[in-house]
Structures are given as structure tokens and as C-alpha cells.
């Protein structure tokens, strides 16, 4: 493609798009994306299991990790609902802050951002694979042999899991080849990999509790939710919160899990003593029962080497407050995550390189956004509230870099 474009955003994700809409709806004129897919906006199909949890009513920057401050976007963007709304599409809020397209459907927040860019060509199946300044314009190569021309670029090219979406970080490379540093990319918001043996028993089960993650004894952080066991790993969104905060050593790390959160230890040793009680005919396994699923009762009473058979009767007093301990604080090693299943990757455009406006401090006209900015957040919108404010954030400093 000979002509100059304005502006090439590279990659038609989540924040791509939005540094689209916005750069057309400031009046910039020439702008292209290039998406390796077929189609662009893929991952946002998927995103909230095809309902996509566009941002939450609670955001702020703490909620952010990584190398980049992202105050000064959250606050100039403001709310991802005006933002829609602005495009036609309204939302509505869940009990737990969790904002969502009013129809529930992916699709409508797919639908109006390509409505409103309807415009802007998009050219589909192409990937970038160099990108170089030369005289002031950005050349960008794709792999078919095409070369595009623009005044400023936009890298909108995500993280680095979930390859069918477009996303395993080779991007990285168009912007490692420019000297900009980038810190290499983890799987986040997903299930954790622990021990088969204790995981086995547990398979299928989902239970109400808090978990928390310890790195050699000492607690990094702490969710609540339902935690879901498969065959050998931790799941639910408590977990994949906490996944968040594993750093690349496993090793010495553990999920502890609080099957009763509101109770303190001794308000524990109360309640198994009262079941003890009740249930004084009953085995240990039934004597659980009335506190938790039995395949968790039995697990429980094997990790504490308690026959689970055994009259409920004869357990001592050591036994009930053991009980009691592992109730409160049952072990789990980390193992891995299940990097198939993220949702995100930490990593990125370290935020030393990236101006207020995610320019790239050393390269003038070359913007970063979204994933493949060093920033990440847990669930529940946050992830998809960044692109938007981040794509926002670019477009609008294109604009104004162009006097419009
Ligand atoms: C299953 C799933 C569910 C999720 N649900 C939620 C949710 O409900 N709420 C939430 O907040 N977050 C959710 N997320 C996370 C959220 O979707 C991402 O954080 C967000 O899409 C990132 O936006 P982005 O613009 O950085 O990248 P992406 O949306 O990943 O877009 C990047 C685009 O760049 C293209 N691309 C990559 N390399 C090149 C190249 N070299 N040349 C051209 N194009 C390229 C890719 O094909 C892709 O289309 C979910 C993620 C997944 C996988």
C-alpha cells in the first residue's frame, strides 16, 4: 500500500478498536488496522463466556498492576458505560458491580465498535512482522510482503496467551527489535496446577470459601468466592485472581483454602464439637456432612489420617482441633498454571518507556495500549476496562498530534 496513512493501529482486539472509534470520532482521516486474524475483535466474542464484561462500576488504579501508572487514563477516560453509550450501546450493572452490554451479548459490543468505524478499512489476515521508522514514517511490514505507511502506529497487538485469538506474543518482537524493553509475558487469571493425589477426590466439587496464597509461609493475598476443583488444578474466579500474583518461581508457593471464612478457629472447634455431639452415633464422615460435601469430608479426614469410618464418637480432642485447623487452613502446593486456560498475561511494554499518553518515549508516533502494556488487573472487567481507556488514550493523542 503506497498512500500515507495517518494512523495504523496494528492488531483489531479490544484496545485497538477503541483507539479507532475514537480517533475517527475526533475527525483523524486515514486510518487502517491490520489484524492477523480473518475477522477482527475475536477475543471480545468470547469474553464473559459471550456476555463481555465490558469494565466494573468500582474502578480505580490500585486495582492495577505492573510497570505503568495508569491514573492519569482511568481518570481522563472516566466510564466505560459513557463510552458506549457515546457509540449507541447501553449497559447494565450486576449485584456485584460487574458491568455488562444490556442485551448480554458479546456481539453488541463487538457490533458498536465496528459500526463506528465502519470507515476505517481493515485489512484482515495480515500480520506485522517489522515495524521501522524511516524520514518520519512508520513503514510497517506483514507477512504477506505488504508494506503500509503512517504517520503515527498504534501496537494494540495484546498479550501473550491464547493464540486462537490472534495473542502469543510474538508482536513482542516488532517492538523488542526497536530497543523498547519489554518484560517478559506470564499467564494470569487462570487455574492454578496443585497435587493430583489430593486433587483426585476433590474432582467435580465446587464450594463457597476464601483462598489465600502463600509464598514460604508469608501471605501475599487473599480472595473469596467459589473454588472449583478439577482433576489437577484449582479453579473459579477467586483462584484466577490470585494467579494475578504469582511471580515465575512456584516453588514454596501454596493456595490455602478457608472452607469457613466467617468463622474464627475457635468458633470452629465450637461447631465440630456441637456436630460431635448431635451426631454422636454417626461416623466421622456423616458426622462432617452437615458442614460440608461428603467427597470434601472424606479428603478432609484422609489428609489428617482419620478413618472416615470411625465413629465420630471417639474423636479426641487433638483430632477436633486438627479438624478444625485444616477446615480453616487446608493446603494446596502450586504447581503451574494452566496457561491454556488464561485469560490475560502480565508483561509487557515496561512503563519506563511510555509516556503519559503511551507513547513510546524514544519513538515518536508509536503508541502502545492494552495488553501489551505492562499492566494488568483481576477479574471482573478490569482487563477490558484498560483497553478501552488505553485505546481511548491513543487515539485521542493522535488526534491532537495531528493539530485536529
Ligand atoms: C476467554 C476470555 C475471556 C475474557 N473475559 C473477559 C471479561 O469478561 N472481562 C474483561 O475485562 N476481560 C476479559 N478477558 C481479557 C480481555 O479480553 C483482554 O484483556 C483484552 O481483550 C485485551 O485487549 P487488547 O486490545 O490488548 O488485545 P486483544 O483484544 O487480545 O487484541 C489483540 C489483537 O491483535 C491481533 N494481533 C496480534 N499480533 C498481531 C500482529 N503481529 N499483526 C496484526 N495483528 C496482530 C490479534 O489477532 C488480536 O485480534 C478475557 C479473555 C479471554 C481470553
Not at 10 to 30: D, P, Q
Request: some cysteine; proline content about 4%.
Amino acid at each position: 500500500m503506497s498512500e500515507i496513512c495517518n494512523l495504523i493501529i496494528i492488531g483489531g482486539g479490544a484496545s485497538g478498536l477503541a483507539a479507532a472509534v475514537t480517533a475517527i470520532s475526533l475527525g483523524v482521516e486515514k486510518i487502517a488496522v491490520l489484524e492477523r486474524l480473518p475477522r477482527t475483535g475475536k477475543k471480545i466474542l468470547a469474553t464473559g463466556n459471550g456476555r463481555c464484561n465490558l469494565s466494573h462500576q468500582n474502578i480505580s488504579a490500585p486495582d492495577y498492576q505492573g510497570s505503568y501508572d495508569v491514573t492519569g487514563i482511568l481518570q481522563e477516560f472516566g466510564s466505560a458505560e459513557a463510552f458506549f453509550e457515546s457509540l449507541g450501546l447501553y449497559c447494565r450493572t450486576d449485584e456485584q458491580g460487574r458491568i455488562y452490554p444490556y442485551s448480554m451479548s458479546a456481539n453488541a459490543v463487538l457490533d458498536a465498535l465496528r459500526l463506528h468505524c465502519s470507515g476505517v478499512p481493515e485489512f484482515c489476515n495480515e500480520q506485522a512482522v517489522n515495524l521501522f521508522r524511516k524520514n518520519r514514517i512508520w513503514h510497517i511490514l506483514t507477512e504477506s510482503g505488504t508494506e503500509y505507511l503512517s504517520r503515527f502506529v498504534i501496537v494494540s497487538t495484546g498479550g501473550t496467551v491464547q493464540p486462537k485469538f490472534g495473542t502469543d506474543g510474538t508482536a513482542f518482537r516488532l517492538l523488542e527489535n526497536l530497543n523498547i524493553p519489554v518484560i517478559q509475558g506470564r499467564p494470569i487469571l487462570c487455574p492454578l496446577l496443585s497435587d493430583k493425589n489430593i486433587l483426585r477426590s476433590l474432582k467435580g466439587l465446587r464450594v463457597k470459601g476464601s483462598v489465600s496464597l502463600y509464598h514460604k509461609n508469608q501471605i501475599i493475598r487473599t480472595e473469596s468466592g467459589e473454588i472449583q476443583f478439577t482433576e489437577q488444578a484449582l479453579s473459579g474466579i477467586c483462584i484466577f485472581n490470585l494467579s494475578s500474583y504469582l511471580k515465575y518461581q512456584f516453588s514454596g508457593c501454596q493456595i490455602s483454602v478457608n472452607l469457613f471464612p466467617e468463622l474464627e478457629l475457635p468458633e470452629v472447634i465450637a461447631r465440630l464439637y456441637s456436630c460431635q455431639a448431635v451426631r454422636c452415633g454417626a461416623s466421622c464422615e456423616d458426622m462432617l456432612s452437615g458442614l460440608m460435601q461428603k467427597p470434601l469430608a472424606r479428603t478432609v479426614l484422609k489428609q489428617i489420617r482419620i478413618r472416615a469410618d470411625m465413629p465420630c464418637s471417639q474423636l479426641s480432642d487433638l483430632q477436633i482441633r486438627h479438624l478444625a485447623g485444616i477446615c480453616h487452613d487446608f493446603r494446596f502446593p502450586v504447581l503451574g498454571t494452566v496457561k491454556e486456560q488464561a485469560q490475560a498475561s502480565a508483561g509487557g511494554v515496561s512503563g519506563k518507556a511510555l509516556d503519559k499518553q503511551l507513547q513510546v518515549k524514544a519513538c515518536p508516533g508509536l503508541y502502545v495500549t492494552g495488553e501489551a502494556v505492562d499492566v494488568h488487573a483481576p477479574c471482573g472487567g478490569y482487563q477490558l476496562h484498560w483497553a478501552w481507556a488505553s485505546g481511548y488514550t491513543a487515539g485521542k493523542a493522535v488526534a491532537e498530534s495531528l493539530g485536529i
